[in-house]
């Protein structure tokens, strides 16, 4: 069965997030989640007034599951209201890629020839078991119809 949106395109966003700190803060990098420059955006979370600096801030922490691992987990800390794709010159640190709707079934078995898969992304028992039915979805999708078998190939199951 295809999920509900599987007939509409989609976006992938794209963050450098070295290249958001130099623009943000005049320093390339990943610092970790004491960095001084970083500091007055988590103090002003606290407060009841927020100040919007116009800043976001990028850094890493230490993993503490496989999936922040397998992921090459980082985060973002956000001193502003707006858009992180509305901040000045977010032209050098963000990028949206538009995926027409026919394309997503190429890409997707693209991704899983490369085995950037739900189950490698996502690694729990929940994710393991879908990525184990997206696999089924995915072959029977690209395999040609037994002999008397209908000819409409099942659909790739969604990625959450």
């Known amino acids: 069965m295809d999920p509900p949106h599987a007939n509409l395109g989609a976006a992938l966003w794209a963050l450098d997030p ?33 100040v919007d600096s116009g800043k976001v801030a990028a850094f890493r922490v230490k993993v503490i599951d496989v999936r922040m691992l397998v992921q090459q987990a980082a985060f973002t800390l956000h001193g502003t209201s707006r858009g992180i794709e509305t901040l000045e010159r977010a032209e050098t640190f963000v990028r949206r890629f538009r995926i027409p709707a026919e394309a997503k079934p190429v890409i997707q078995m693209e991704l899983y020839d490369m085995g950037i898969t739900r189950k490698f992304l996502f690694p729990d028992l929940e994710n393991l078991a879908g990525g184990l039915q997206d696999e089924i979805n995915l072959e029977q999708a690209w395999s040609p119809p037994a002999a008397g078998a209908p000819s409409v190939p099942a659909g790739p199951a969604g990625v959450p």
Request: charged share 25%.
């Open 18 to 50: 070295q290249q958001l700190n130099e623009t943000c803060f005049g320093k390339w990098g990943l610092p970790g989640i004491g960095t001084p420059q970083i500091r007055p955006l988590w103090a002003d979370v606290f407060k009841d007034e927020k």
